[in-house]
Structures are given as structure tokens and as C-alpha cells.
């Protein structure tokens, strides 16, 4: 059943209809809505990104410096360890000790290298992150009028996230919004304050983050606490692997059939 929006804002409260939304069915495509001007692009603050990729894994440095430096720490610390395990094996040869074959002192120069490696793809991965997320559009709702007008208007897919700024889930999806929107140009991506929506209380405290997808002003998907939805984490990989579970089409921008599905599920 399709929900219209005028029924979703005027008739009822907003906050019952997130809570109660159902997604809804089938809606055809159209041609990509045209960019809106004067609307507020959604700029975190320095402190807020560092927050993101603070939370966003077991890193405690932010930034593209951060990561840089955290690089430098992880590898000052590879080398301490290997040179400790290099006092050991000398000592044990001195003793008389040491049995390891060449087979195994070749595959622990392996795994060596291989930690070398992983410290260097972690490293590129949350640098490609973090500029996906600077280029990445998403418009701050400064008022309710602007956000029932966002939904009206709109006539390609639309993506919401229903967020509350110093909230680690919340902040973890701004930052996956941010590089989707860098990754799918067909969608619109948007975000207000569940408080902004005059949401409740218990909505904001047990809600958030919330994500929803409308489709030439439909709604299509209405994700209530998507940690609850994801195992209790987010990263982008999950957020996007689940959006598709849903039939929502980021990269066309539309909504996809089960035969859709099915095949691009066949090709992960």
C-alpha cells in the first residue's frame, strides 16, 4: 500500500506514521528531479567528521592526518613486535633451542607481510572514505515546511535520515549517507532532527537513526533504528547490501522486482 505524503504529514503525526509505516509496494520510475537551490548542504563541523571516523572503527584518529598517523603508530608497533620476537628467536638459538624449520620461518615472513598489507589497505580505504564523504551531497531540513516540501517535489528517489547531531549511530550514518551520496548521483539525500520534526522523546531516545525512501513522493522503505536492523553496527558495506534486500535501487534510482534482486544477488 502506498502511503501519500499529505496523508503521512497532515492527516495523522509523523512520528505514528514512522513508527506504524509499512514499506510500500511497487513505484514506477521517473526521469532524475532537478537540483533545488538554496537549500543547506549539510557541513559537519571538523569535530563532528572526527567523531564519525572516530566511532566509524577501532581507529582513534581522524582525518586524513589522523589516518595517516595512525598508519605511522601501527607500523612503529609492527616493528617493535617483530624486533622483540627477533631478540626471542636469537636467544632460543643461542640456547641451542631453536627447531623451526625453514618452511616455517618462511610463512612467519609471510605473515609478516601480510600485516604490512592489511595496515596499508585499511589505511587506503578509510582515506577513500573520508574524501567520498567531503564530495558527498546531502541537504540539512532547516524546518518542517522544508521537509514536507523536500518529499512533495522530489521526483526521483529520495533518501531521509532522521538523525540527532552527538549521537554515535546517528553520526556512523551520516557518514555512510554522505559516501552513498557520492556513490549513487540518481539519489537525493536529505537530513533533518527527529526534534526539528517535533518528534517525542521516547521517539528520539529509541528511534534514531531512522532512514526512509520515497519515490516520486511515495514511500517505499521506512528503516526504524537501523542499528536494530544491521546486527547493532553500521558501516557502508551493510547499509548498502540491506537497502538492496529492500528492492531499493540506488544506483538507478528506482525500485527494484524480485527477479532484480535475485540476480544481483547471484553476483556478490
Known amino acids: 500500500m502506498q502511503l501519500d505524503v499529505l496523508t503521512l504529514i497532515g492527516m495523522a503525526s509523523l512520528e505514528s506514521k514512522l513508527l506504524d509505516g509499512k514499506n510500500a509496494g511497487y513505484c514506477s520510475s521517473s526521469d532524475e528531479g532537478e537540483e533545488q537551490g538554496g537549500w543547506?548542504?549539510?557541513?559537519?563541523e571538523d569535530q563532528h567528521q572526527a567523531n564519525v571516523m572516530r566511532h566509524f572503527g577501532p581507529s582513534m584518529n581522524t582525518g586524513a592526518?589522523?589516518?595517516?598517523?595512525?598508519?605511522?603508530?601501527?607500523?612503529?608497533q609492527a616493528k617493535r613486535i617483530k624486533e622483540a620476537k627477533d631478540r626471542e628467536v636469537l636467544r632460543l638459538a643461542r640456547k641451542g633451542m631453536l627447531q623451526g624449520s625453514k618452511a616455517e620461518r618462511d610463512q612467519a615472513q609471510i605473515s609478516d607481510n601480510e600485516e604490512e598489507e592489511s595496515l596499508e589497505n585499511l589505511r587506503q580505504r578509510r582515506l577513500?572514505?573520508?574524501?567520498?564523504?567531503?564530495?558527498?551531497r546531502m541537504v540539512e531540513i532547516v524546518d518542517k515546511d522544508q521537509f514536507t516540501k523536500a518529499i512533495d517535489t522530489c521526483e526521483s528517489l529520495l533518501c531521509v535520515l532522521i538523525y540527532?547531531?552527538?549521537?554515535?549511530?546517528?553520526?556512523?550514518?551520516?557518514?555512510?549517507?554522505?559516501?552513498?551520496?557520492?556513490?549513487y548521483p540518481r539519489v537525493r539525500f536529505i537530513r533533518a532532527r527527529s526534534t526539528l520534526l517535533e518528534m517525542s522523546k521516547?521517539?528520539?531516545?529509541?528511534?534514531?537513526?531512522t532512514l526512509q525512501f520515497y519515490l516520486n513522493g511515495n514511500l517505499i522503505g521506512n528503516f526504524i533504528k537501523v542499528p536494530s536492523l544491521l546486527g547493532g553496527e553500521i558501516d557502508v558495506d551493510s547499509?548498502?547490501?540491506?537497502?538492496?534486500?529492500?528492492?531499493?535501487d540506488l544506483v538507478y534510482g528506482n525500485y527494484m522486482t524480485d527477479s532484480d534482486c535475485s540476480t544481483d544477488?547471484?553476483?556478490d
Open 202 to 209: 521516547a521517539f528520539t531516545e529509541q528511534a534514531l537513526p
Open 128 to 136: 577513500m572514505e573520508l574524501r567520498k564523504a567531503a564530495a558527498g
Open 40 to 44: 543547506q548542504v549539510a557541513k559537519d
Open 164 to 183: 540527532e547531531p552527538d549521537d554515535e549511530m546517528c553520526e556512523k550514518m551520516t557518514h555512510v549517507c554522505k559516501v552513498m551520496a557520492a556513490d
Open 65 to 76: 592526518k589522523g589516518v595517516l598517523n595512525e598508519f605511522a603508530a601501527h607500523q612503529e
Open 265 to 267: 544477488e547471484e553476483l
Open 239 to 248: 547499509v548498502r547490501k540491506f537497502i538492496r534486500r529492500q528492492h531499493i
